[in-house]
């Protein structure tokens, strides 16, 4: 030969060895290297098949894409070594064996750069207890599979690859063996782009992208298990990902679309679990759950955007489904389940834009809700067949047509829970359907708030209806049981006939006592019947009651002031509008800054207590926040904790306490002004229903009304709230006393006023907190003191002298 076209270059570490060579095959080069060595290859192609059985280095000496390991037929490349190959493209052309095989305990190599481009059974086949590393290595192999694993003991980890084209799977795992994927892409592969099989057989892919795929994205059966991190899967004609056999999928942070069938679809007693993932613009479902023993569980997970016309969620044949904190939305149904055995649970999720059901429920099913969302649907909860039921608690169900059906013989049981604003009846029932309801509250609805039909005997406790247009309660014949219900469409509660209670004749009060069922004719009967009828809804504390209880509190003259112009303000615009002319457009969103124990609270209690007697809120009721309550920890449950916040102060007032936490000076990246965008756009969307006060220090309000652009316009008017003075503590003592029955000599008093007079106002400064902690200190010290008495009178049992105040320390 011309030249010779192999280098073999000797370990330097080693001075028994020969002499560095050339040969002119890579056989001969591999025959004479020694462990260490380092073969280097001239460009060209060499049609050999090369044995790697030392722990040698082979590398082009040109760089990448120089050499060509290109047999007439059988395997490529053998590693049954440590050995380590750089930058060489192997091409095979036998169907019936691998282009690259790494087999054998020792086989531990360690491949970089590679390209594997070839038409065999497999681009890399790995297996008898091999353990071999690829690096930015691409393999492309119509004519089977892309890279496959076999056999306990056996394990590969592959860092920024690709399988760029396969005819089968673009990776399987079989028999036991184990595989790591980083930054990896599979894509153009057949039947499904990972393929998992076997008992002990697992895969964890990080940061990896599957897609164009014929079939699956992720194939996982008979007993395998895979984890995926970071990973994103799209453009299949399958699934996303498939299980069977009792197989075991975890993802987290992933991304699964733009699929023509199933997210996920799960059968055979295999599991799935989803955290933070989002599964969207799939074709059938997001998630397909079958079978006895199957089980999906999906933690804040946002599935949205179906392109077909099937339910997102899909649980059948006594499979479970659990979601916690997930978002599902834009949808034709959200979620079936379907026949005995079969079960799904909710806590803390929302279904919102769905066309038709967002939740059914049939065949023998049940669900188990707790403060779940539904917003604009066709049906928001539908119960139907002997059997299906479960239990929903604090839900909200709103612009909805229907929001509860229940018929067939279902029987499910709803605790705190509203309907609102349904175009339709908020809850229907029919057809022998049941239902118990308990604290629940149906309003503003174009149709009946609670309509029961066919003589059902459905369970209503303490039910409310209000400003439904048709009616709160309509019952076709007697067959519902009420207990404590109340409608605004009842007249008052006035005493008749021998002192027994019933109502005075209102348009709809003689049809709803004759529907509630009598059960004997005997004695008392008929006050029983009186007694279980529908009765008026409470008046709500008179404004001037809470306005009185305002004026009691113990100084904030000018926060009194301004509360009372708000009010002034409001029933003034109301006077205006029942006499024809325009009304001042207010917004009652309010700005209160000042130190803690000021009365911030107690004055927004009282502040919704007064609008709800006025009109202008429905409840007035008081939900208090902070941060914690709001902010989450991941992107997207900040989202849902604000909203959900946000629902339960409906009809009354959001309370945030230090506000300005939402917004800190270094809070670029913090999850605190994802809760003021969305708590800008909820009180924007929700103008009528929420009053929002948010509090804090003074400067630190400045910060947090600049935090968005449209927090300052919603917010235009700030109320400050003083520190108390030394004597305004001294009568919030006196009222902690009297309130306890305790009693302040004149010496006590004065030596109160030093000791509250003395005391440092710094940032934190407890103001009225304080006074009621001295308060408290002084009951301790009291009961010390006369506990060592023999026999101590009633007035020294009351009496608080000045040897009970606390002591200051020394500066």
Same mark, same amino acid.
């Given at each position: 030969?011309?030249?010779?076209?192999?280098?073999?270059?000797?370990?330097?570490?080693?001075?028994?060895?020969?002499?560095?060579?050339?040969?002119?095959?890579?056989?001969?080069?591999?025959?004479?290297?020694?462990?260490?060595?380092?073969?280097?290859?001239?460009?060209?192609?060499?049609?050999?098949?090369?044995?790697?059985?030392?722990?040698?280095?082979? &590398?082009?000496?040109?760089?990448?894409?120089?050499?060509?390991?290109?047999?007439?037929?059988?395997?490529?490349?053998?590693?049954?070594?440590?050995?380590?190959?750089?930058?060489?493209?192997?091409?095979?052309?036998?169907?019936?064996?691998?282009?690259?095989?790494?087999?054998?305990?020792?086989?531990?190599?360690?491949?970089?750069?590679?390209?594997?481009?070839?038409?065999?059974?497999?681009?890399?086949?790995?297996?008898?207890?091999?353990?071999?590393?690829?690096?930015?290595?691409?393999?492309?192999?119509?004519?089977?599979?892309?890279?496959?694993?076999?056999?306990?003991?056996?394990?590969?980890?592959?860092?920024?690859?690709?399988?760029?084209?396969?005819?089968?799977?673009?990776?399987?795992?079989?028999?036991?063996?184990?595989?790591?994927?980083?930054?990896?892409?599979?894509?153009?592969?057949?039947?499904?782009?990972?393929?998992?099989?076997?008992?002990?057989?697992?895969?964890?892919?990080?940061?990896?992208? *599957?897609?164009?795929?014929?079939?699956?994205?992720?194939?996982?059966?008979?007993?395998?298990?895979?984890?995926?991190?970071?990973?994103?899967?799209?453009?299949?004609?399958?699934?996303?990902?498939?299980?069977?056999?009792?197989?075991?999928?975890?993802?987290?942070?992933?991304?699964?679309?733009?699929?023509?069938?199933?997210?996920?679809?799960?059968?055979?007693?295999?599991?799935?679990?989803?955290?933070?993932?989002?599964?969207?613009?799939?074709?059938?479902?997001?998630?397909?759950?079958?079978?006895?023993?199957?089980?999906?569980?999906?933690?804040?997970?946002?599935?949205?955007?179906?392109?077909?016309?099937?339910?997102?969620?899909? &649980?059948?044949?006594?499979?479970?489904?659990?979601?916690?904190?997930?978002?599902?939305?834009?949808?034709?149904?959200?979620?079936?389940?379907?026949?005995?055995?079969?079960?799904?649970?909710?806590?803390?999720?929302?279904?919102?834009?769905?066309?038709?059901?967002?939740?059914?429920?049939?065949?023998?099913?049940?669900?188990?809700?707790?403060?779940?969302?539904?917003?604009?649907?066709?049906?928001?909860?539908?119960?139907?067949?002997?059997?299906?039921?479960?239990?929903?608690?604090?839900?909200?169900?709103?612009? &909805?047509?229907?929001?509860? *059906?229940?018929?067939?013989?279902?029987?499910? &049981?709803?605790?705190?829970?509203?309907?609102?604003?349904?175009?339709?009846?908020?809850?229907?029932?029919?057809?022998?359907?049941?239902?118990?309801?308990?604290?629940?509250?149906?309003?503003?609805?174009?149709?009946?708030?609670?309509?029961?039909?066919?003589?059902?005997?459905?369970?209503?406790?303490?039910?409310?209806?209000?400003?439904?247009?048709?009616?709160?309660?309509?019952?076709?014949?007697?067959?519902?049981?009420?207990?404590?219900?109340?409608?605004d469409d009842v007249g008052s509660a006035a005493p008749v006939g021998g002192g027994v209670g019933a109502e005075v004749p209102g348009p709809r009060t003689a049809q709803l006592a004759a529907a509630v069922p009598v059960l004997a004719a005997a004695?008392?009967?008929?006050?029983?019947?009186?007694?279980?009828?529908?009765?008026?809804?409470?008046?709500?504390?008179?404004?001037?009651?809470?306005?009185?209880?305002?004026?009691?509190?113990?100084?904030?003259?000018?926060?009194?002031?301004?509360?009372?112009?708000?009010?002034?303000? *409001?029933?003034?615009?109301?006077?205006?509008?029942?006499?024809?002319?325009?009304?001042?457009?207010?917004?009652?969103?309010?700005?209160?800054?000042?130190?803690?124990?000021?009365?911030?609270?107690?004055?927004?209690?009282?502040?919704?207590?007064?609008?709800?007697?006025?009109?202008?809120?429905?409840?007035?009721?008081?939900?208090?926040?902070?941060?914690?309550?709001?902010?989450?920890?991941?992107?997207?449950?900040?989202?849902?904790?604000?909203?959900?916040?946000?629902?339960?102060?409906?009809?009354? /007032?959001?309370?945030?306490?230090?506000?300005?936490?939402?917004?800190?000076?270094?809070?670029?990246?913090?999850?605190?002004?994802?809760?003021?965008?969305?708590?800008?756009?909820?009180?924007?969307?929700?103008?009528?229903?929420?009053?929002?006060? /948010?509090?804090?220090?003074?400067?630190?309000?400045?910060?947090?009304?600049?935090?968005?652009?449209?927090?300052?316009?919603?917010?235009?008017?700030?109320?400050?709230?003083?520190?108390?003075?030394?004597?305004?503590?001294?009568?919030?003592?006196?009222?902690?006393?009297?309130?306890?029955?305790?009693?302040?000599?004149?010496?006590?008093?004065?030596?109160?006023?030093?000791?509250?007079?003395?005391?440092?106002?710094?940032?934190?400064?407890?103001?009225?907190?304080?006074?009621?902690?001295?308060?408290?200190?002084?009951?301790?010290?009291?009961?010390?003191?006369?506990?060592?008495?023999?026999?101590?009178?009633?007035?020294?049992?009351?009496?608080?002298?000045?040897?009970?105040?606390?002591?200051?320390?020394?500066?």
């Amino acid at each position: 030969m011309a030249e010779h076209r192999v280098r073999v270059t000797q370990d330097s570490a080693s001075r028994w060895r020969r002499r560095a060579g050339e040969y002119d095959t890579l056989a001969e080069a591999l025959a004479a290297a020694e462990p260490g060595d380092t073969v280097t290859v001239r460009p060209g192609t060499f049609r050999e098949n090369v044995l790697l059985d030392k722990p040698v280095t082979i &590398v082009p000496a040109q760089g990448p894409g120089t050499v060509r390991i290109e047999p007439a037929s059988g395997v490529a490349i053998t590693v049954t070594a440590a050995a380590t190959v750089r930058d060489l493209v192997v091409e095979g052309g036998d169907t019936s064996t691998p282009a690259v095989l790494v087999t054998g305990p020792q086989a531990a190599p360690a491949f970089s750069g590679c390209r594997i481009e070839t038409r065999s059974a497999t681009g890399v086949e790995v297996t008898g207890g091999a353990r071999p590393t690829l690096r930015g290595c691409v393999i492309a192999n119509p004519a089977g599979l892309g890279l496959r694993l076999r056999g306990e003991g056996t394990a590969a980890a592959f860092e920024d690859c690709e399988v760029a084209a396969a005819g089968q799977a673009g990776l399987a795992v079989l028999g036991g063996a184990t595989a790591a994927l980083d930054r990896c892409r599979v894509h153009h592969a057949s039947g499904a782009g990972v393929l998992l099989s076997d008992p002990g057989s697992v895969a964890e892919l990080t940061g990896c992208e *599957i897609y164009e795929i014929r079939g699956s994205g992720v194939q996982a059966e008979a007993q395998a298990g895979g984890r995926l991190v970071d990973c994103e899967i799209h453009r299949v004609t399958g699934n996303g990902l498939t299980l069977d056999g009792e197989a075991e999928l975890v993802l987290t942070g992933c991304r699964v679309h733009d699929l023509p069938e199933n997210g996920a679809d799960l059968r055979g007693r295999s599991r799935l679990s989803l955290d933070h993932s989002t599964v969207r613009d799939f074709g059938r479902g997001a998630l397909s759950v079958w079978d006895q023993g199957t089980e999906a569980v999906a933690e804040s997970c946002q599935i949205h955007g179906s392109t077909g016309e099937y339910p997102a969620l899909w &649980v059948s044949d006594g499979a479970r489904l659990t979601l916690t904190d997930c978002s599902l939305h834009d949808l034709p149904d959200a979620l079936f389940v379907l026949d005995r055995d079969s079960a799904a649970v909710a806590q803390g999720c929302s279904f919102s834009r769905i066309r038709s059901s967002a939740v059914s429920v049939s065949g023998g099913a049940t669900v188990s809700l707790a403060a779940c969302r539904v917003q604009e649907a066709g049906t928001g909860l539908w119960f139907r067949d002997h059997g299906s039921g479960g239990l929903l608690t604090d839900c909200e169900i709103s612009d &909805v047509a229907t929001g509860v *059906i229940v018929t067939k013989g279902a029987d499910p &049981v709803l605790r705190d829970c509203t309907v609102r604003a349904s175009t339709d009846a908020g809850v229907y029932i029919s057809a022998q359907g049941r239902g118990t309801f308990e604290d629940c509250r149906v309003s503003h609805g174009k149709g009946f708030g609670f309509h029961v039909i066919d003589g059902c005997r459905t369970q209503l406790t303490r039910c409310r209806a209000e400003q439904n247009a048709r009616a709160g309660f309509e019952f076709s014949e007697p067959g519902p049981v009420t207990e404590g219900c109340t409608s605004d469409d009842v007249g008052s509660a006035a005493p008749v006939g021998g002192g027994v209670g019933a109502e005075v004749p209102g348009p709809r009060t003689a049809q709803l006592a004759a529907a509630v069922p009598v059960l004997a004719a005997a004695p008392g009967a008929a006050a029983a019947a009186a007694g279980s009828a529908i009765g008026p809804i409470p008046d709500c504390r008179p404004a001037e009651e809470a306005l009185a209880e305002l004026d009691s509190l113990v100084g904030l003259a000018t926060v009194k002031q301004e509360v009372r112009t708000l009010i002034d303000l *409001i029933s003034v615009g109301r006077r205006r509008r029942q006499a024809g002319l325009k009304a001042p457009s207010l917004r009652r969103h309010l700005v209160f800054t000042g130190a803690p124990g000021t009365g911030k609270t107690t004055v927004a209690r009282l502040y919704g207590e007064i609008l709800a007697s006025l009109g202008v809120l429905q409840r007035g009721h008081l939900v208090e926040v902070a941060r914690v309550d709001l902010v989450g920890e991941h992107i997207g449950s900040t989202a849902i904790r604000t909203a959900a916040a946000f629902d339960r102060a409906r009809g009354g /007032v959001l309370f945030i306490d230090e506000a300005y936490a939402l917004a800190p000076e270094d809070g670029a990246r913090d999850f605190g002004r994802e809760a003021i965008d969305t708590l800008v756009k909820l009180m924007e969307d929700h103008r009528d229903e929420v009053v929002v006060i /948010v509090a804090g220090y003074t400067a630190e309000m400045e910060r947090f009304l600049s935090a968005n652009p449209g927090v300052s316009s919603r917010f235009s008017r700030t109320i400050t709230f003083p520190d108390y003075t030394a004597d305004e503590l001294l009568e919030i003592a006196r009222a902690q006393c009297a309130e306890h029955e305790y009693a302040l000599s004149e010496a006590t008093e004065g030596a109160l006023l030093d000791h509250f007079a003395g005391l440092e106002r710094g940032p934190n400064f407890g103001n009225g907190r304080t006074a009621r902690q001295v308060f408290e200190t002084m009951v301790e010290r009291h009961a010390v003191r006369v506990a060592a008495l023999a026999d101590p009178s009633t007035e020294e049992l009351q009496l608080l002298v000045p040897a009970d105040l606390p002591v200051v320390p020394l500066p």
